[in-house]
């Protein structure tokens, strides 16, 4: 494998949201051309006005590019991506790179490494964390795992939006990392979300318990970025939405079952989630998780 990445190296990136849009704007803005697709041609005018190139297909993009980043919600639109009809695979040149930044089961990462092997394709497992004002600021934290040749050839890439970039080895043990990011991130939201409605209930002024909260131990990064939304009340500007965390907290638990490891806080923090979406809001921001704990 060629492991020299120029400046103006044509980096294909699929799935245009949140996370997406800022890694776009730290590529574009180190000097990388940009590629996207995405199913929406909103997204797509969008990369135009940034200064990228809009594919019309897969096809389109992966006759132009040798690495890809992939920032699609899940697995199963990971398989179509790639597998699909019309899918990367078959498309993309012998000694491509597909950089996958989904949160996804940790077995499936591995299966799909030799899988995409037996295509001479290279698979870079980088799940991150940051969310999306990260992404926008470049500051994300990579979890990142694959070959050390692969890895180093898409380490420029992974560095125009991640401050910090971590090599866990085999593919695979950066999607096992993130499900344990995942568990923490869910129960202290989880847990944010329910002192709050608790205080709410108690008829203590919010904001002041926020800032109480956030401004010693009690406090944590999940407070502070979901507390003022959670106390709003207003959970239109999504993020991240319930149903992600549903998702991601499920891994978990596939995980904690696999391990024979029983983890109480990990299966709360989900009914949590799960009891969000019971309600009919597993489409908004996932701060709504606090009115899982308003009592009627």
Known sequence: MDTHLNTRTKVGLIGLGAMGCGA???????????????????????LQAQGGTPASSLAEMAAQVRIVVCFVVNSA????VLF????????????????????MDPGYVRALEARLSAHAISLIDAP?????????????TIMGSGTPEAFE????????????????????????MKVLNQLLCGVHLAAAGEALALAKRQGLPLDLTLEILSSGAAGSWMLADRG????????DNVTSAVDIFVKDMSLVLDA?????????????????????????????????????????
């Open 256 to 296: 904690t079952r696999e391990s024979r490891f029983p983890a109480a806080l990990a299966h709360a923090a989900y009914l949590a989630f799960l009891g969000t979406t019971a309600r009919g809001l597993g489409a908004q921001d996932d701060s709504a998780v606090t009115t899982n704990y308003e009592l009627t």
């Open 84 to 103: 699909g009809e019309g899918g990367l695979v078959g498309q993309l040149p012998a000694g491509a790179v597909f950089i996958a930044c989904s949160t």
């Open 153 to 176: 050839f898409a380490r420029p890439v992974l560095q125009a939006f991640g401050a910090t970039v971590h090599c866990l080895g085999a593919a695979g043990n950066g999607a096992q």
């Open 228 to 235: 003022p939304r959670m106390i709003a009340g207003q959970f």
């Open 77 to 80: 639109q990971t398989e179509a």
């Open 24 to 46: 776009v704007g730290n590529l574009l803005a180190k000097g990388f051309e940009v590629v996207g697709c995405d199913v929406r041609p909103d997204a797509l005018d969008w």
């Open 128 to 140: 991150v964390t940051g969310g999306a004002v990260g992404a926008a600021r470049g500051t994300l």
